[in-house]
């Protein structure tokens, strides 16, 4: 049945071997490298936290003193960003949360565990040396290495790189996607529908989905049904682009002008696929630019983006990690007439925490993709019943 087909699996590689880094790295200011890539490994040039720090409001002590009397003389007032002087013996500080541990203490009492007399403070109770102490260096140390080059920063991480004083961050340049799309059918939202024409939502889909992967994009709207326009744009876009998307004209209708101008401005690898939806897709090169063709059906191309493209851009983009994280998740549905090839389902999260599925998993149905939570990636030929735990990929991973 599969026979002449290849599988998602085998499209994946030989896609993702072509793949290779862009070579540029620019700096860029920390404040603006959210979902950048990083080129290279950031250490830290210093301790985090820089000097040993108290975790509550409350009072430093040295526990030894605490043998004579629960009763300590306040010496001094310490607050965050001060410096406090060495502990007096026999003496308590005032001290606030981020405050430097001044030298000689060696616990901090949680102000609840204390009685504020006049210039003095009663102990409740003795604590452990060390006790409510945020020691130097505990977080991250100097020379320690805090991102890895390949990775899609996030504003976690560059909050990590500003707490240890970087302000610039080396990143691959972006890479530059150009898309477009085929289909005398098509118009856009605003102009008038006439009849036979449909409007041309997989410019948003995928536009959209562009700008998640964080790529510069050309977007050179819709390109007419016919061979010497389609190798214009092509030739276009080579001479722009690091990799050029589009969308429909890959199937072997007599409208489909994709695959013969991709033969005729540069190859074209592969381009039947056994999967659902999704099985024309085509993968060739055109100069230097990558050539990635989907099929025109909106959900089969939003799928085939996700599954091929996705990766491809990461890689190209610099990103180490580029396989989706999958979960197992219960199937609250019965799929009892599996496709003889693999099939990425249209499912959601109900309130039990197991999966829906979309009553209609017809590949022209894009309704199916906005309800989802994600796609259930079920294996060639494999009836699903209620209750068994399959492979989802929320889109959540997916759009990272
Ligand atoms: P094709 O791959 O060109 O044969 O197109 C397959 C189906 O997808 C046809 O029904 C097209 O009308 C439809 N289609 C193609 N391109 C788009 C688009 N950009 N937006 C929405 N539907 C499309
Ligand atoms: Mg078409």
């Known amino acids: 049945m599969n026979q002449g087909l290849l599988s998602v699996d085998e499209a994946l590689e030989q896609l993702l071997s072509g793949a290779r880094a862009v070579s540029e790295v620019e700096e860029v200011p920390t404040l603006e490298a959210t979902k950048r890539v990083l080129a290279r490994p950031q250490r830290s040039t210093m301790d985090v936290p820089p000097m040993d720090n108290s975790a509550m409001d409350g009072y430093a002590v040295r526990v030894s003193d605490l043998q004579s009397s629960m009763k300590l003389k306040v010496s001094q007032r310490i607050m965050a960003g001060m410096v406090g002087k060495p502990l007096e013996p026999g003496t308590a500080a005032r001290i606030f949360t981020g405050a430097p541990i001044p030298p000689g203490a060696d616990a901090v009492v949680m102000q609840e565990h204390c009685e504020a007399e006049k210039d003095a403070v009663l102990i409740k109770r003795v604590p452990k040396p060390g006790a409510w102490i945020r020691l130097s260096g505990s977080d991250i140390r100097k020379g320690g290495e805090i991102l890895a080059a390949g990775k899609r920063l996030l504003p976690q991480d560059t909050g990590l790189a500003a707490s240890v004083g970087i302000k610039a961050l080396p990143v691959f340049r972006k890479v530059r996607l150009g898309l477009f799309f085929t289909g005398d059918e098509l118009v856009m939202p605003g102009e008038p529908l006439a009849p036979g024409r449909i409007y041309n939502s997989n410019r948003f889909t995928l536009r959209g989905l562009a700008e998640i992967f964080g790529c510069e994009l050309r977007d050179y709207g819709i390109v007419p049904d016919n061979l010497v326009a389609t190798r214009e744009m092509l030739r276009r876009a080579a001479a722009e682009c690091d990799v050029i998307v589009t969308s429909g004209g890959v199937s072997v209708g007599e409208a489909d002008y994709v695959k013969p101008a991709v033969e005729a401005e540069g190859s074209l690898l592969m381009w039947r696929i056994a999967m ?11 100069r230097k630019a990558f050539f990635i063709g989907l099929p025109g059906n909106p959900v089969s191309s939003f799928v085939t983006f ?22 197992a998740a219960r199937a609250d549905f019965d799929w009892p007439q599996p496709d003889a090839r693999r099939e990425f389902l249209r499912v959601k999260w109900n309130a039990q925490g197991g999966l829906e599925l979309y009553p209609t998993q017809d590949s022209a149905v894009l309704t199916s993709t906005a309800w989802a939570d994600g796609l259930v990636d079920n294996p060639a030929g494999h009836a699903i019943g209620r209750g068994e735990q399959v492979r989802f990929l929320p889109y959540a991973e997916l759009y990272w």
């Open 306 to 327: 996700l599954i091929f493209v996705r990766p491809f851009l990461l890689k190209t983009q610099g990103v180490t990690e580029v396989a989706p994280r999958a979960i």
């Open 276 to 286: 659902k939806p999704g099985r024309p897709l085509a993968f060739g090169s055109v």
